[in-house]
């Protein structure tokens, strides 16, 4: 059974910078999607970042556009989200996620999910 486990969240200021990854284990034999979304508290969970298998097909949410870059590592089976200019409003929990096929922006499309990384930036 495949796993999703996020890491790197943390505390940075705001302007500052942080590095998830998301390494998926498991049987991880066919191609897939993977997807970063986040939860901030009261709100609902919302799509930051998808990138499919061969990395030529990525989709940004517009509010991390420019500040956030998603990336994946086919060999360690691990996909990254550099955040950079974090902002106060960026504080959420960061949740993995990941699909056979392409790579959609509806959450629902998504059936295997990490536990989420907090990210919290103060301002």
């Known amino acids: 059974q495949v796993q999703l486990v996020e890491s790197g969240g943390g505390l940075v200021q705001a302007g500052g910078s942080l590095r998830l990854s998301c390494a998926a284990s498991?049987?991880?034999?066919?191609?897939?999607?993977l997807g970063w979304f986040r939860q901030a508290p009261g709100k609902e969970r919302e799509l930051v970042a998808t990138i499919n298998w061969s990395r030529n097909s990525i989709y940004y949410a517009e509010f991390v556009k420019g500040r956030f870059t998603i990336s994946r590592n086919n060999a360690k089976n691990t996909v990254y989200l550099e955040m950079n200019s974090l902002r106060p409003e960026d504080t959420a929990v960061y949740y993995c996620a990941a699909r056979p096929g392409q790579a959609l922006v509806q959450e629902e499309n998504y059936n295997l999910w990490g536990q989420g990384t907090q990210v919290t930036v103060s301002s």
């Open positions: 498991g049987c991880t034999s066919i191609n897939y999607a």
